[in-house]
């Protein structure tokens, strides 16, 4: 049973930058599909990017493009989210999750496990 455990949250002031980790408790393989989530006051959890592990082929929610970008370091088992130009409506609490299935192409999979989540606060 994998665990994921994030860390690098916190408070960040709109226009900066935040750099999210989740180390994994096992290894990562090819196959297999990494993500994150986040969910907002008052709102679903929603995707935000997932990664292909062996390609490293990236999926983001169309709301984030260009500011969020995920990275995958198969070697240590660790995802990150580099997250810029943060708005106050990002703040949320983020989830890192994975599964041991392909990435689906152009959505976000069903996860088979889950972090804990770690809060990320943008104050304006």
């Known amino acids: 049973h994998m665990q994921l455990v994030e860390s690098g949250g916190g408070s960040v002031q709109a226009g900066g930058s935040l750099t999210l980790s989740c180390t994994a408790s096992?290894?990562?393989?090819?196959?297999?599909?990494m993500a994150w989530f986040r969910q907002r006051p008052g709102k679903e959890r929603e995707g935000v990017a997932r990664?292909?592990?062996?390609?490293?082929?990236?999926y983001y929610a169309d709301s984030l493009k260009g500011r969020f970008f995920i990275i995958r370091d198969a070697d240590n088992a660790i995802l990150y989210l580099n997250m810029t130009s943060l708005k106050p409506d990002d703040t949320a609490t983020y989830y890192c999750?994975?599964?041991?299935?392909?990435?689906?192409?152009?959505?976000?999979?069903?996860?088979?496990?889950w972090g804990k989540g770690i809060l990320v606060t943008i104050s304006s």
């Open positions: 999750a994975a599964t041991r299935s392909p990435c689906n192409p152009t959505a976000f999979n069903d996860m088979q496990y």
């Open positions: 096992e290894p990562i393989y090819y196959d297999q599909c």
């Open positions: 990664i292909s592990i062996g390609r490293g082929s990236a």
